[in-house]
């Protein structure tokens, strides 16, 4: 329970962005499973994170120092050119109605956060051609009608939008006939609430979230997709994206002309000055050319994206349907196919040192993990690279693991077989890579690597920052802790003795091999002290050094 706030600035947008993303990792494979409108094809959930994805990594550019208005006015632009998906136009164009609140104020208090609700309704309302009830949009019109009845601070603004988002959730499973012979409800509406969620945990100073060290999948709702509708001769058989450089006075008539060549039309804006000059179109057609030249006539199309659903929604019906999807045994590239090739590995390294290691393993390697956050477009083409048709990814960090599983999805899309091991520190994916071998067969080297990893503990040796209150006491900054399995277990003066009592920690369960992983700008005396001594007192262990890199840690510490 942390303390609550009274307005919001740069830096709390910032958290917030970074709270929203975390929500939608957790909650991604739910509303993924939750998706049978207008198309079941499994995605809204993939989508709202990458376009969130986008967003944040526009706002890691900017300088520590920036206004409030250059956050919000960054984050909407990064979320216009990655938005994928109705609801990801939808979401971003929702995140420039807050950018234009945002940006007409040095900080945000409750009045000026009802302003933003409502206006950034309207523009959501506004971009979608065919508005239906039972969706995203309703609600967020629930959430703007909820702020004007609740008192002005706020904390009390947020609660209301939140509250009445909730209940025109559960609604939606009544408003749209698709809905409710599946049993669920919106999938764009259940993303809106998780980043209302995420506004409130801010403002709130609560943490609904998992706050522990493990990593637990969603309990996914148990959806029929056969009660779902299913694409036929009348429907739209493409998905078109693309952005648009283009006057105003162009639209109106590429909107009547994408209007008359197919459905779900979404265009959304970003200005430019006093002008909006770059659009992100969005429209489900049956010619996905015309749906191209009519952007050409308007103005100039780029980053032209066109999606079949047919195929789309046969893969996402293989995977739902359990082991037999491509990300389990018996799908596209399943066993057969895969163990000619071996199984391709895809890790997460810390730093240059992790890097060497896991490359001298055979795997491809990402930038990221330990608290690093390699985007999904990054590990989808590091799985892309390894050339093997069925591929695993070891995230090797908590904060790694969503954006693991969004590229993994993407792949499965593109008919590729990638499995996430949930390795959640880099150690548990070293002893992953170290029990690969590319001449066994797919599963049997998936099943040693998964056991490999779930047999290794892991610790760690850091520096408080700040006077604060542990799992294990006090601590005063400049102090060393020792971490085990991600939580605090020893706080001391010395880094090598609070290491010693770590590494004895993670051997009262058993072990014979210790790994150390020595930091970016760490001592190299502190792991060959530490060496030495747990040699000195347990003969019989194997104990190795290898300069790791990382930057959050002096010391990485493995126990297999």
Do not use: K
């Amino acid at each position: 329970m942390g303390s609550g706030l009274d307005v919001i600035d740069a830096p709390a947008v910032r958290r917030w962005a970074r709270l929203a993303l975390a929500g939608l990792g957790r909650a991604r494979e739910e509303i993924d499973a939750l998706n049978v409108f207008p198309v079941p094809d499994g995605d809204t959930g993939t989508n709202l994170y990458l376009t969130l994805e986008a967003a944040c990594a526009a706002v890691a550019e900017l300088p520590a120092a920036a206004d409030l208005r250059t956050v919000a006015d960054t984050f909407a632009r990064g979320a216009l050119f990655g938005a994928q998906g109705s609801s990801g136009a939808i979401t971003a164009q929702l995140l420039r109605g807050w950018a234009d609140v945002l940006g007409e104020h040095g900080e945000m208090d409750g009045e000026a956060t009802r302003e933003a609700f409502t206006h950034a309704d309207a523009l959501a309302w506004s971009a979608v051609a065919e508005p239906v009830e039972g969706t995203i949009l309703t609600v967020s019109r629930a959430a703007a009608l909820a702020v004007a009845d609740t008192g002005s601070a706020l904390a009390d603004v947020v609660a209301g939008a939140l509250e009445r988002a909730r209940a025109a959730l559960a609604g939606t499973t009544g408003q749209l006939e698709v809905l409710r012979r599946a049993g669920v409800v919106d999938a764009g509406g259940r993303g809106l609430v998780v980043l209302i969620e995420a506004l409130d945990d801010l403002v709130s100073g609560q943490r609904r979230t998992n706050g522990g060290t493990g990593y637990r999948r969603p309990a996914l709702p148990a959806v029929d997709l056969s009660a779902c509708a299913h694409l036929d001769d009348a429907g739209p058989a493409y998905e078109v994206m693309y952005l648009l450089d283009a006057t105003p006075e162009a639209l109106p008539a590429l909107r009547d002309r994408l209007a008359g060549l197919g459905d779900s039309l979404v265009v959304i804006g970003d200005p430019a000055g006093d002008r909006t000059t770059l659009w992100n179109v969005h429209v489900h057609v049956d010619d996905p050319g015309a749906a191209v030249e009519a952007g050409i006539a308007a103005g100039r199309p780029h980053r032209i994206r066109i999606t079949h659903f047919a195929e789309q929604v046969a893969r996402w019906t293989m995977t739902s349907s359990g082991p037999g999807g491509p990300g389990g045994p018996g799908g596209p590239g399943g066993p057969d196919r895969a163990v000619t090739t071996g199984l391709g590995v895809v890790a997460c390294a810390a730093g240059p040192g992790l890097a060497a290691l896991f490359r001298a393993a055979g795997a491809v390697v990402v930038p990221g993990g330990d608290g690093g956050q390699p985007s999904s477009d990054a590990v989808l083409a590091a799985a892309r690279g390894t050339g093997a048709a069925a591929v695993v990814v070891l995230p090797n960090g908590i904060e790694t693991m969503a954006g693991a599983e969004a590229a993994a999805a993407l792949g499965r899309q593109e008919g590729l077989r990638i499995t996430v091991l949930p390795t959640r520190a880099q150690v548990q994916g070293l002893a992953a890579a170290a029990v690969h071998d590319p001449a066994r067969g797919v599963e049997d080297d998936l099943v040693r690597m998964a056991a490999a990893a779930g047999a290794a503990r892991e610790g760690a040796v850091t520096v408080a920052e700040r006077d604060a209150v542990t799992t294990a006491g006090p601590c005063r900054a400049g102090e060393a802790l020792g971490l085990v399995q991600g939580d605090v277990a020893v706080v001391g003066a010395d880094l090598a003795d609070v290491a010693v009592a770590v590494v004895e920690r993670l051997l009262s369960g058993g072990g014979e091999l210790v790994t150390l992983l020595l930091g970016a700008g760490a001592d190299p005396g502190i792991a060959d002290a530490v060496r030495d001594r747990v040699r000195a007192a347990r003969r019989d262990l194997e104990v190795h050094v290898h300069p790791g890199g990382q930057e959050r840690h002096p010391l990485l510490i493995g126990v297999e």
